[in-house]
């Protein structure tokens, strides 16, 4: 009952920066947290960030001091702010809910199509 969809996504320089969006509609009142993930080529899908309702976020260890997960205060626009962007960073980015179904978290319930983003050397 809840639908996301990335953007923001491009091609960037080493050491420039992007803001990645995720927008959400449906039921927003089941959403407890939302989260980033990417897809590196060849690799595994990874997780990213997170924010949960409270305000509390947690970064992956390869972009944390790096990358800022936000969320507007009604619930329907997750961000994520990328500074000092490395070739490494290229990837498919995905957005994901943690959402209450039946008054039971439900983790990554939903994600959306994924944004591409491409940093050059």
């Known amino acids: 009952q809840v639908q996301l969809v990335e953007s923001g996504g491009g091609l960037a320089q080493g050491g420039g920066s992007l803001r990645l969006s995720c927008g959400a509609s449906g039921n927003i009142a089941s959403i407890n947290g939302m989260k980033w993930f990417r897809q590196r080529p060849g690799k595994q899908r990874e997780f990213v960030a997170i924010?949960?309702?409270?305000?509390?976020?947690k970064y992956a260890d390869s972009v944390k001091g790096r990358f800022f997960i936000s969320e507007d205060a009604d619930w329907t626009t997750s961000y994520l702010q990328m500074y000092r962007l490395e070739p490494e960073d290229t990837a498919v980015y995905y957005c994901?809910?943690?959402?209450?179904?039946?008054?039971?978290?439900?983790?990554?319930?939903?994600w959306g199509q994924g944004t591409q983003v491409t940093v050059s050397s």
């Open positions: 994901s809910t943690n959402v209450y179904i039946n008054g039971r978290l439900n983790v990554n319930a939903y």
């Open positions: 924010i949960e309702r409270g305000g509390n976020t």
